[in-house]
C-alpha cells in the first residue's frame, strides 16, 4: 500500500490542507468502522484527537513505516491512550500496518488491544492507557536526543483530564529545567473527561499559565485548524520546550456526539452509525 505523501508546513497550500482535511475525515470514518465491530472504545477522544494525529502523521513527522525502529524518526507517544482506535486508524493509513487489521480491534488474540502496546503494533512507541505516563516517556526520548546529539524531535498527545496525573507535573518540572527544546507536549483541550466537564472536577485554567511558570513555550491554537496546528508545530524553536494548547470539540464530526459528556466511550446503535457516517461522508 501507498502512504500518504507528507506535507511540509513551509508550504502549505491550500491544496495540501484540502488534503490533510480529507486524510481527517477518512480517519473519522475509519474510526467508527473500527468501534462498531466490537463495539468498545472512545469515540469522543478520537474524534477530538484526530486532526491532531493527522497533521502529525501527515504534516509535519519524519518517519519509515516500513522501518519503523529508524533510528532519526520522531518518536509519537499518545499518552491518552485509551484513544487507541484513532491512533491504529491513522497507523493504518501511514501504512505501519494494512488497514484490514482494523477490523480485529479488541478482538481475541489481536494485537489491537483497547490500549496500545509497543510490543504489539508497528508505530506505537510507548504502551500507555494508564494516564500520566506519556509525558515522562517523552521527557525520556527527548534527554535521549540530546545525550546521542540527536536531531529528532518528540511529541506526547495528552487529554486534558489526564493532566489531574501529578506525574506530567513532575515530568513538565523537569522537561522546562533542563530546557529540553526537542519535546513538544500537545494537550487536547476538549473540556470534557469520563463523567464531567474538566474544570467541575478539578480546574485546570489558567492552562497557559500553569505551562508557562513550569518553564514552558505555550502556544494557543484550535485544535481543528489544520493551518494552525501545523504553524504551532513548526514555529521556530524558542530554546524550551513547547506545549501546545490544542482547543478541540469531544466527538468533533457528528452533531448527536459532539460536546456530550455521555459520548466518551459510548458506540453508537446501528441507526446512529449509519447517521454518524452520513455526517462523516458529507464534509
Ligand atoms: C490512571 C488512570 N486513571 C483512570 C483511567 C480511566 N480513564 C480512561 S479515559 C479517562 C478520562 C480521560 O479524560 P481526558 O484526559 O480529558 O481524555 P479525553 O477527553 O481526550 O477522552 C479516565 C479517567 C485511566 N485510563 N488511567
Ligand atoms: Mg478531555
Known sequence: MTAPAAISAA?????????????????????VNTITGPRMGHIGGDFSVTDILVTLFFGVMRYRATEPD????????????????????????????EPDLLGRFMAPLSPLNG?????????????TGPLGHG?????????????AGADW?????????????????????YAGHRGLSSLTAIVDRNRLQQGAGTEATNTLDPLDAKW?????????????????????FEAPPAGK?????????????????ENRVEWHHKVPS??????????????
Request: charged share 25%.
Open 11 to 31: 508550504t502549505a497550500s491550500q491544496e495540501r490542507l484540502a488534503r490533510l482535511r480529507e486524510l481527517s475525515a477518512e480517519t473519522r470514518i475509519a474510526i
Open 270 to 283: 446501528v441507526e446512529q452509525t449509519k447517521q454518524a457516517l452520513a455526517e462523516l461522508a458529507a464534509r
Open 70 to 97: 529508524w533510528d532519526a524518526r520522531d518518536r509519537f507517544i499518545l499518552s491518552k491512550g485509551h484513544c487507541s482506535a484513532a491512533l491504529y486508524s491513522v497507523l493504518a493509513r501511514a501504512g505501519y500496518f
Open 115 to 127: 490500549h496500545p502496546n509497543r510490543r504489539k503494533v508497528r508505530g506505537v512507541e510507548a504502551n
Open 212 to 232: 508557562r511558570a513550569f518553564g514552558w513555550e505555550v502556544l494557543e491554537v484550535d485544535g481543528h485548524d489544520h493551518a494552525a496546528l501545523l504553524a504551532a
Open 135 to 147: 509525558l515522562p516517556i517523552g521527557v525520556g526520548c527527548a534527554t535521549g536526543a540530546r545525550i
Open 241 to 257: 520546550p513547547r506545549c501546545v494548547i490544542a482547543n478541540t470539540i469531544k466527538g468533533k464530526g457528528v452533531s448527536f456526539i
Open 153 to 173: 524531535r518528540t511529541y506526547v498527545v495528552l487529554g486534558d483530564g489526564e493532566l489531574q496525573e501529578g506525574s506530567n507535573w513532575e515530568a513538565a518540572m
